[in-house]
């Protein structure tokens, strides 16, 4: 089995409303689609959305840089082609991630296997994703909130801002609404390390689940601070791209957690060498995404079954926010609990 051709196309799916966080406002998922096709037939997926706020591409940076690259993959099996993808220099990580999930989707066609069953899993199991609640003024973040949990989202990811008195007021809304809700916070790294320190005191009446990224992911000794301050978990995002990243704050223990997405580093080949290391070292993950297409979601939620033991919190919710259902995802979502949907 040779690649004989790659192609790509751009996607754009409406959400239901705005997705408004600390880095940015999208009003749609939009994406890279990346399909492979080999001489024997076998033809695979992949996906990479715009992420310039996180990993610095947009859709032209994908779109070129894999137009100007995809030739040397050709006449190579979907082996080779993988050493020579993460070999490369020319492309970052979104991209490389589309292009690495479509390969190692032909492996797992190659053994007539789902994808998360070539990955180690031994059946498919029902998984638990968050929802991600906008950043928005209190009363609209509450009432959100109080709708998610009607529909069954239990598990809800909070985005808050630079200003503390606002995501303490937030916070403290939602807990004391919604007393059954897990709380996840997400400061997508908009804290200083006061501010972080003043939020931890200021709600240690909420039994939040975790926070995420407080500080600038560059500040690895502040984080480290923090996880020794806080009683709750701190879970690293933006400071944990590739293994070296994850070894190190693992290490040197800077959090209490790891969040790995596949546009981070640079696929799933990539993820499955983090996860195995957190796995040796009794790290917790969460298994996270960008704002995705349902491609790629798949690739991740394959991943999520077959590391159940290691991925502690999954946020792959990008479905959840989608204005219509994708006929692409394998996977049905209903309230947090998502199933595989068997062929």
């Known amino acids: 089995m040779k690649i004989v051709q790659i192609t790509t196309e751009l996607q754009y799916i409406e959400l239901k409303t705005p997705f408004i966080t600390a880095l940015r406002t999208a009003y749609h998922v939009e994406f890279v689609r990346v399909r492979v096709v080999c001489d024997n037939g076998f033809v695979s997926i992949g996906e990479a959305p715009a992420t310039k706020a996180i990993t610095g591409e947009d859709l032209e940076t994908i779109t070129d840089s894999l137009f100007l690259t995809k030739e040397q993959f050709y006449l190579h099996t979907p082996k080779d082609a993988l050493e020579i993808l993460h070999a490369s220099q020319e492309l970052k990580s979104s991209a490389k991630a589309a292009l690495d999930m479509a390969f190692v989707s032909l492996f797992a066609q190659e053994k007539n296997l789902p994808l998360f069953a070539y990955l180690g899993a031994k059946k498919a199991v029902t998984l638990q994703t968050d929802v991600t609640l906008s950043l928005k003024n209190p009363q609209e973040m509450v009432e959100d909130a109080k709708k998610a949990f009607a529909e069954g989202l239990h598990i809800l990811k909070v985005k808050l801002g630079a200003d503390i008195k606002h995501g303490v007021e937030v916070t403290q809304r939602i807990s004391r609404e919604l007393p059954a809700a897990r709380i996840l916070i997400d400061a997508n790294q908009a804290w200083s390390m006061e501010d972080a320190k003043r939020f931890i005191e200021q709600t240690k009446n909420c039994a939040l689940v975790l926070i995420e990224q407080p500080i600038i992911a560059s500040d690895l000794a502040g984080l480290k601070a ?118």
């Open 226 to 343: 923090l996880t020794a301050y806080s009683n709750t978990p701190i879970l690293a995002d933006e400071a944990v791209f590739t293994l070296y990243d994850a070894k190190k704050v693992i290490e040197d223990q800077c959090a209490d957690m790891i969040n790995i997405k596949l546009m981070k580093c640079g696929g799933v080949t990539k993820a499955v060498e983090i996860l195995e290391y957190c796995r040796a070292n009794n790290m917790p993950c969460m298994l996270g995404s960008m704002l995705e297409g349902p491609h790629s979601i798949n690739a991740a939620l394959h991943l999520a079954m077959a590391y159940t033991d290691v991925i502690k919190y999954i946020d792959l919710d990008s479905p959840l926010l989608y204005k219509e259902p994708s006929d692409a995802l394998e996977f049905a979502f209903n309230g947090c609990a998502i199933r595989y949907k068997s062929p």
